[in-house]
């Protein structure tokens, strides 16, 4: 297993580099985005409207973080099911979307789409919340606050292990 | 016939520190469990990611964050005994204001919504826990009280098979299911199956088999070989941990049974996620 380390966003050049089942230390920042995210953005690209964020230099990441006590940098971080999201990923590719980081498998559209367009998906392991907190640098909310959990939040990250799945 | 009191106050201090402790401590014997498979595995990044799951273990207790984000749908079997008297509200109205009061002491993420398909708001504290309550003899009160992640329950599964089906097709349904779920599952799993029953009871069985103790075996022979065959095959379907290859797939596959009609042979398959958090309490 060859290990890498990159910071965040990752160029195309990055991303040819990389071999399925590489591990990969990012470094950088990560924006959240679980289901009803996905469904907003969705839904402000149908209506030919500018996301509030450039997916070209975007980094998504399907979690959703749970609040940090008074004095902690987070609460508990980790993946959620990626194929939750296959229906909204294509049109996200399509605007621009490169690196997204979950856990599971992904549907063929989305492996074509991510294979057309040059992108690449990361599997980061679920349910190990506790250790993932301590790559970690800072987690506050970005947009969509009223989403709860599910709202996007800004993660800047050092050294988080993923694993690559798709390019 | 003599009663026996027990307050609220009791069952709620009670049932705090027990969610409490789940949350950041998995089942006692999930490590044993974790370094046995990463003693066997090949699979190289199976072997990283079992690595990290065992400092995960070590670190939440130490740093009080949740062992996984998602701290899930709590989910409590109580029995009760006929001879004891709950003073105060009925046990769903106690296990929910503790839940409430819990979440926000251990800032838990909210994770249930209120209306599964009309906008999905969010309760924001963690309830409805759901509560399964049955009557026993006695005076004494048995909360098991476990923390289901989404992930791997999303997964799950039950078929309606006839009186003809083998357990041969029982096993292939199994691996049919545990391959489905993939990586999505989190796995390596702990596989609850329910048999018998009806339609609901075998899928209550299958949630109850995953809170048997990991080390207990089933206590019918041909059920334990089976359980046995079971994780035999799902381990050699390569899937491994998180589904990016080798040979640990699941932990420990439970199987419970219950009487059904002669027309009948329900299977229930719940899938539990390498974070196995759950705890049996007395009162």
Known sequence: MKIYRYTLPLCPADISQLNISDKVLLSGCLFTARDAAHKRMVEIIQRGEKLPLDLAETTLFYCGPSPARPGNVCGAIGPTTSSRMDVYTPILIQNGLRVMIGKGERSLEVQKAIMDFGAVYFIMSGGISAYLSQHIVSCETFLWQELGPEAIYKLWVKDIPVYVHSK | ?????????????????????????????????????????????????????????????????????????????????????????????????????????????????????????????????IVHISIIKGDTIKLQIDQKGGGAENMSRLQMFTPSASSEDIKNFVVETVTLAGGNACPPLIIGIGIGGNFETCALLAKKAILRPLSKKNPLKEYAVLEQEILESVNATGI??????????????????????????????????HSHRHIEIII
Do not use: W
């Open chain 2, 1 to 129: 016939m003599a009663y026996r009191y027990v307050s609220c106050e009791t069952i709620e201090s009670e049932l705090a520190n027990a969610i409490k402790y789940i949350t950041f401590t998995p089942d006692p014997e999930l490590p044993a469990l974790l370094k046995n498979a990463l003693a066997n595995e090949t699979g190289e990044i199976s072997k990283d990611i079992l690595n990290c799951m065992l400092k995960n273990i070590e670190l939440a207790p130490k740093i009080e964050i949740p062992l996984c984000q998602d701290t899930g749908t709590l989910v409590v079997f109580a029995e009760i005994g006929n001879q004891c008297i709950i003073e105060g509200p009925p046990l769903p109205e106690i296990i929910n204001e503790t839940l409430i009061k819990v979440s926000k002491e251990l800032y838990l993420r909210p994770s249930i919504v209120k209306d599964p398909l009309l906008q999905r708001e969010n309760t924001g504290n963690n309830a409805p826990a």
């Open chain 2, 240 to 273: 491994g941990v998180q589904g990016l290859g080798g040979k640990t797939n699941a932990l420990a596959v439970h199987i419970l049974t219950a009487p059904c009609h002669i027309a009948s042979l329900p299977v229930a398959v719940n899938l539990q996620c």
